[in-house]
């Protein structure tokens, strides 16, 4: 063990500057990434857009960070192309971050999220295979450190938007004046639909969308380009509605508890990753992922077990794509040439799944935010146990190749 930890120690010293900088350029993405849930109703208001319209904003990001994904890999054939494409994508996001304040129409928003989306694409794909290039085979404990860095900053993105969230409606109609008291989200349900009458899909009673917009997320953004997922991006949404109706800031209190638990996941799973194998760290990811979505699925209405719930599952979700990262460079030998194939599936996925999500809340209410989240992850653990059990096969018919991967600790390979 002791000869590992000095193997592991001497690689990072001899690549110190350059993963110091792929971690650091994620931390910026995890800002970014995280920033967008809370802000959702807060940026319908700078726009005066229905929901549906909104929700269409964030597919454009996602979609655009599908393509920055796929073309990442061309940047990637030499050291001076990556790190040239990884600051000029930061720049960019900056850049984006700087205008959006003054994007009052949709179809702006989607073109500035789209661009964001775009650089936030090339630098996924460009540090995930910069990373497994630099230390091959014992990659898999820096990818826990790179995707914690990215929770560390969506960790910091809603603590620093918060104090920038309307508690109420930030849109006032058009024949009140700018003194007049605004009423509150919950008032207004109340107003729409009778107090005490659940509304199973609030999107048939819109909020004004004409008038005086009073929303303050606009200096949020600014302080963003200072500074620079399904579940993270639609929490919030689920919280505000029925049957939790929480407050605008409770409901943003969500985005830091899943963020936080995200990032200590991922710091206890750069340990955890040096001593377990991939197969191991994804089945206990993935199996608590399952149980938490189920019993959030029995636990509903309970304001308190949403926090509960979100806590877990940040910490469950947490390891999923860099141990999935590593156990394919594993039974691969890959060497990073494959990682743009990964990091665009990813996307991909994640995409589609907020289209989805976003498109069923639309249509059927809130609840179906969960069941949706629900039906996913059971899909994914399904499929890791196809790509496990495919490999057992594929390992027993080569005799020279490495054996059928275990369930099990790792052994010491340094000697102890």
Same mark, same amino acid.
């Given at each position: 063990?002791?000869?590992?930890?000095?193997?592991?120690?001497?690689? *990072?010293?001899?690549?110190?500057?350059?993963?110091?900088?792929?971690?650091?350029?994620?931390?910026?993405?995890?800002?970014?990434?995280?920033?967008?849930?809370?802000?959702?109703?807060?940026?319908?208001?700078?726009?005066?857009?229905?929901?549906?319209?909104?929700?269409?904003?964030?597919? +454009?990001?996602?979609?655009?960070?599908?393509?920055?994904?796929?073309?990442?890999?061309?940047?990637?054939?030499?050291?001076?192309?990556?790190?040239?494409?990884?600051?000029?994508?930061?720049?960019?996001?900056?850049?984006?971050?700087?205008?959006?304040?003054?994007?009052?129409?949709?179809?702006?928003?989607?073109?500035?999220?789209?661009?964001?989306?775009?650089?936030?694409?090339?630098?996924?794909?460009?540090?995930?295979?910069?990373?497994?290039?630099?230390?091959?085979?014992?990659?898999?404990?820096?990818?826990?450190?790179?995707?914690?860095?990215?929770?560390?900053?969506?960790?910091?993105?809603?603590?620093?938007?918060?104090?920038?969230?309307?508690?109420?409606?930030?849109?006032?109609?058009?024949?009140?004046?700018?003194?007049?008291?605004?009423?509150?989200?919950?008032?207004?349900?109340?107003?729409?639909?009778?107090?005490?009458?659940?509304?199973?899909?609030?999107?048939?009673?819109?909020?004004?969308?004409?008038?005086?917009?009073?929303?303050?997320?606009?200096?949020?953004?600014?302080?963003?380009?200072?500074?620079?997922?399904?579940?993270?991006?639609?929490?919030?949404?689920?919280?505000?509605?029925?049957?939790?109706?929480?407050?605008?800031?409770?409901?943003?209190?969500?985005?830091?508890?899943?963020?936080?638990?995200?990032?200590?996941?991922?710091?206890?799973?750069?340990?955890?990753?040096?001593?377990?194998?991939?197969?191991?760290?994804?089945?206990?990811?993935?199996?608590?992922?399952?149980?938490?979505? +189920?019993?959030?699925?029995?636990?509903?209405?309970?304001?308190?077990?949403? *926090?509960?719930?979100?806590?877990?599952?940040?910490?469950?979700?947490?390891?999923?794509?860099?141990?999935?990262?590593?156990?394919?460079?594993?039974?691969?030998?890959?060497?990073?040439?494959?990682?743009?194939?990964?990091?665009?599936?990813?996307?991909?996925?994640?995409?589609?799944?907020?289209?989805?999500?976003?498109?069923?809340?639309?249509?059927?209410?809130?609840? +179906?935010?969960?069941?949706?989240?629900?039906?996913?992850?059971?899909?994914?653990?399904?499929?890791?146990?196809?790509?496990?059990?495919?490999?057992?096969?594929?390992?027993?018919?080569?005799?020279?190749?490495?054996?059928?991967?275990?369930?099990?600790?790792?052994?010491?390979?340094?000697?102890?």
């Amino acid at each position: 063990m002791k000869r590992l930890d000095e193997h592991i120690w001497s690689l *990072f010293r001899r690549h110190l500057q350059q993963t110091l900088t792929y971690w650091s350029v994620f931390f910026s993405v995890g800002l970014c990434v995280a920033f967008l849930g809370p802000t959702i109703l807060d940026l319908r208001c700078q726009t005066q857009c229905t929901l549906q319209q909104i929700t269409w904003v964030f597919f +454009s990001q996602q979609f655009f960070l599908l393509v920055g994904s796929s073309v990442g890999g061309f940047f990637s054939k030499t050291l001076l192309s990556s790190l040239s494409a990884l600051f000029t994508s930061t720049l960019i996001i900056s850049l984006v971050f700087t205008i959006i304040p003054l994007c009052h129409h949709v179809i702006l928003l989607s073109i500035a999220m789209g661009v964001a989306g775009k650089a936030m694409g090339v630098i996924d794909t460009i540090g995930n295979l910069q990373l497994v290039k630099l230390y091959q085979k014992d990659s898999a404990v820096f990818l826990q450190a790179l995707h914690f860095f990215i929770g560390l900053g969506a960790l910091v993105s809603p603590l620093v938007v918060d104090p920038f969230l309307a508690d109420d409606s930030c849109v006032l109609s058009a024949n009140w004046t700018a003194n007049s008291s605004s009423p509150d989200l919950e008032h207004l349900r109340n107003t729409l639909a009778g107090h005490g009458a659940a509304l199973h899909n609030t999107s048939q009673y819109p909020l004004y969308t004409d008038g005086v917009v009073v929303t303050r997320v606009s200096y949020a953004f600014w302080i963003m380009a200072i500074m620079n997922g399904s579940y993270a991006g639609f929490v919030y949404t689920y919280a505000v509605s029925p049957p939790l109706l929480m407050g605008h800031k409770t409901a943003g209190c969500l985005d830091s508890v899943f963020w936080a638990s995200v990032t200590a996941g991922r710091l206890s799973f750069i340990f955890l990753s040096y001593k377990y194998t991939a197969p191991l760290l994804l089945s206990i990811c993935l199996v608590g992922v399952i149980l938490v979505h +189920s019993l959030l699925l029995i636990f509903y209405t309970s304001h308190v077990f949403l *926090f509960i719930g979100t806590c877990v599952l940040g910490l469950c979700i947490s390891s999923v794509f860099p141990s999935m990262l590593a156990f394919t460079e594993d039974i691969l030998d890959y060497k990073g040439s494959a990682t743009t194939v990964l990091v665009t599936s990813a996307s991909t996925g994640e995409m589609m799944l907020q289209l989805l999500v976003g498109s069923v809340i639309q249509s059927k209410g809130s609840y +179906s935010f969960l069941l949706c989240t629900t039906i996913t992850s059971c899909i994914g653990f399904f499929l890791f146990l196809l790509l496990l059990y495919t490999h057992c096969v594929h390992s027993n018919h080569q005799p020279d190749s490495s054996r059928c991967v275990d369930l099990k600790e790792q052994p010491n390979s340094g000697g102890s």
